[in-house]
């Protein structure tokens, strides 16, 4: 079992900057790839960002490149997410998933075996 949790959310003005963090803990266990993704209300939980453990590469959704990078700390088990330029568009509750093994790509939920309980991510205009 895997636990994972996520911390870093808040309430900001558009424009303004966040940096999500979520930290891995549990038994041994080998990773794929984490990733992150966000679900606003009334709305499909949706992907945002992934990286590949051991090799670091990344991968974002169109909504959100050039402006969040993902990015992962190997020895403290944890993957970051930072966020720039936020809009209001942006408002969401966001999670962390960790992939064990390779087997449906990165951009939908079935891909990941564990998840995080989510940290609100408010957007004010």
């Known amino acids: 079992q895997v636990q994972l949790v996520e911390s870093g959310g808040g309430l900001v003005q558009a424009g303004g900057f966040l940096r999500l963090s979520c930290a891995a803990s549990g038994r041994a266990f080998s990773t794929y790839a984490m990733g992150w993704f966000r679900q606003a209300p009334g709305k499909e939980r949706e992907f945002v960002a992934a990286?590949?453990?051991?090799?670091?590469?990344?991968y974002y959704a169109d909504s959100v490149k050039g402006r969040f990078t993902i990015s992962r700390d190997i020895a403290k088990k944890t993957v970051y997410l930072q966020m720039n330029s936020l809009k209001p568009e942006d408002t969401a509750v966001y999670y962390c998933?960790?992939?064990?093994?390779?087997?449906?790509?990165?951009?939908?939920?079935?891909?990941?075996?564990?998840w995080g309980q989510g940290t609100q991510v408010t957007v004010s205009s």
């Open positions: 990286i590949r453990w051991s090799v670091g590469s990344t």
């Open positions: 998933a960790l992939q064990e093994s390779y087997r449906n790509g990165f951009g939908g939920t079935a891909g990941y075996d564990y």
